[in-house]
Structure formats: C-alpha cells, structure tokens
C-alpha cells in the first residue's frame, strides 16, 4: 500500500518539476572538425517531431558547435566527446573516449586550458587534441569535470576499450557509463549492461547512461528521461551530475528516506517509495503489457504492472541488509527491457 505521506515523501525532491525527454550522446555538422551529418540548423525542427526536449551536442576536437546561430540553452547541452589512450592501463586496449556534459558553453573552454594536454587553441573557433593520461591525471580531470557541475560519461565502453577486467572501466565513482547505446536493444547494448551490472557488483557507485551516437540526425532510440525546474541546461545539469536521471524513454523516480535517485543514504528503517510513468511516445504503446522490476543487489526484489498512460506508485519496507535498490521497466510484449532507473546505495552510517 503506498500512502499519503510515502508520495509526499518522493514527491519532496520534485517541487516545480516537469518531466524532459532527451538525447546524452550526440554529433552535428557544425563545420570544422565536427563529423555528424546533419547540420545543427536542422535539429530544432528534427527534435520536435521526435518529441525530444534536449539533446547534448558533443562534437569532437573542437567548441564551436555551442557558437552557432541556431544554438539554443535548453535544446541543447553543451560539452565535447574527446579520447585518450591511458598509458598505465592494464587494459588489453586502453584507449576510450568521455563525454564531458556541462551547464555552460564556456564551461568547456575554462576546462580545457586548465588542462595544457589537450593543448586547445583558445576561443570558439579553438581546436584541441586527444591526449594520452594516466590513470591518476585522467581522474584528476574527472574530479575537476564534477567540480564546475558537470556530468562526466565513459560512453560506448566495450566497444573502445578492451579488457575482460571490469575495473579497467571505473576511474571515479559518481560519473555514468552508458548502457544503451544506439539502440535499446542489440549487442552493444547487452555488452554494456553486462559490465555495469558486473561494477554495481563490485560496489561501485555508477549510473547507467543512454547515448545514440549515430552521428546521422536526432533520434529517439536511445532516449534520457529527467525531472527538471525549468527548460535550461543549468537546470538538467545539477539533476544529471546527481544520477537523478533514466536510462531510458519512461519517467522513473525514487526516494529512500533522504535520498533520491543516484543518491546514498542509510537504509535501516526506510521507505522505498517508487513512482513510474511519463513514458516517451516512441514506447507508449496501449496494446503492449509492462511491468516494473525492483531490484537490489541480490537480484529482483519485486515487480508490479505498470501502465503507458498512467502514473504508477510503489513502496516497500527497504532491507537495511542490501548494498542498493534499483528499478527497470520493460515492454512484456516485445521482452524488452526499455528502462533502466538509477540505484540508490545503503551506507553505513
């Protein structure tokens, strides 16, 4: 029986919130050094047909994609996807690329010169080079990524790097890995889900991510769900750097006494208060059945039906014994896992 008192509880950490759906993970042609095919001139309308909020543009080796006319904060996330080799990896391949997501364009240019590696060339026509790390200075710039408020993505991991070791995939805890990539379904995507379920098993503390990467035009194959204040980056900034987000088309939301989504707090004694809905239009669909899983880390706790045109609430009385709770939705006609929500971890004290 979810209560009252358990929605208020959720409900708390949304005050004034609506409901955005988007892409974390994409590329335009906006000239220079960018290698996506559709002009940036072109999403605004693309987008809207999709049903798309937002989308993070992260062109490659260069700042000017934020500079162009058509660059409108709301619409668009500002960042960069660059690459780097780590030269003390005991990976088999140790090269990877980052998504760098971060409130303000001018972010990325204060970023970039604070680190002389990347050996950027200054203003919005600046380039900059992929540069080779060590493991200790790449989580440095982790660490000062998080500092100016940004969200911090190892994107597409087993398709760059190589290693049968999963930790040669963390650097930091408190940053995401993406798990769907282009498409919900395919082996990219199992791969992915694969190592993250395999790191949340070794305890660390990461939130799973969607990027579509395609580089064609905006899609909807690989979709964000977040809970913001207000149509602006510096809005879904603070939501996404906390892992307040889904991996996925549909809304899901969670509290566990003061902690939300991504958050950490102690479980002796908690409500978990669950609340799914909001689902994109690309996966709503009446005619299809779907079910909520919740689980924790010794695998499904419980599951419940969940609707495509309504708003679904659970509560559970939380084992204070378990290492965290996590929710996934999925389609039961198609056998699809369609969304992934973030955990919440026990700590000790």
Request: net charge negative.
């Amino acid at each position: 029986m979810v209560s009252a008192q358990d929605k208020a509880d959720l409900l708390r950490f949304y005050k004034r919130c609506r409901v955005y759906h988007g892409e974390l993970h994409d590329h335009s042609n906006s000239g220079g050094t960018s290698d996506g095919k559709c002009p940036i001139e072109e999403w605004p309308a693309k987008m809207r047909a999709l049903h798309m909020d937002f989308a993070a543009i992260l062109d490659h080796k260069q700042v000017r994609h934020m500079y162009q006319p058509a660059w409108r904060d709301g619409l668009f996330i500002p960042g960069t996807e660059p690459g780097t080799t780590i030269t003390d990896s005991t990976a088999e391949v140790p090269k990877l690329h980052y998504n760098i997501l971060l409130p303000k364009r001018g972010d990325l240019a204060k970023l970039l010169a604070e680190f002389p590696e990347y050996a950027f060339t200054g203003g919005v026509e600046g380039h900059f080079i992929y540069p080779t790390f060590t493991r200790e200075r790449f989580c440095e710039l982790i660490d000062a990524v998080k500092a100016r408020g940004g969200l911090f993505v190892h994107p597409h991991p087993k398709q760059k790097m190589q290693s049968t070791d999963p930790l040669d995939y963390w650097f930091r805890d408190e940053t995401a890995i993406e798990v769907f990539y282009e498409y919900m379904t395919g082996e990219h995507t199992e791969q992915n889900y694969a190592l993250w379920c395999e790191l949340l098993a070794k305890g660390k503390r990461l939130w799973a991510s969607a990027g579509c990467d395609l580089h064609i035009e905006p899609h909807d194959t690989a979709l964000t769900t977040l809970y913001a204040e207000r149509y602006s980056a510096t809005a879904y900034l603070p939501r996404l750097a906390a892992g307040d987000f889904t991996c996925g088309p549909v809304g899901i939301r969670m509290c566990l006494g003061s902690a939300k989504t991504g958050g950490r707090c102690k479980f002796d004694g908690r409500r978990l208060v669950v609340c799914v809905g909001d689902f994109h239009v690309s996966v709503k669909d009446p005619t299809h059945t779907y079910r909520a899983d919740v689980l924790n880390d010794r695998g499904v706790a419980f599951s419940a039906p969940v609707r495509p045109d309504e708003t679904t609430w659970l509560a559970y009385d939380a084992d204070a014994t378990c290492a965290f709770y996590r929710v996934e939705v999925f389609d039961e006609t198609r056998d699809l896992r369609i969304a992934v929500g973030n955990p919440i971890w026990n700590v000790a004290d």
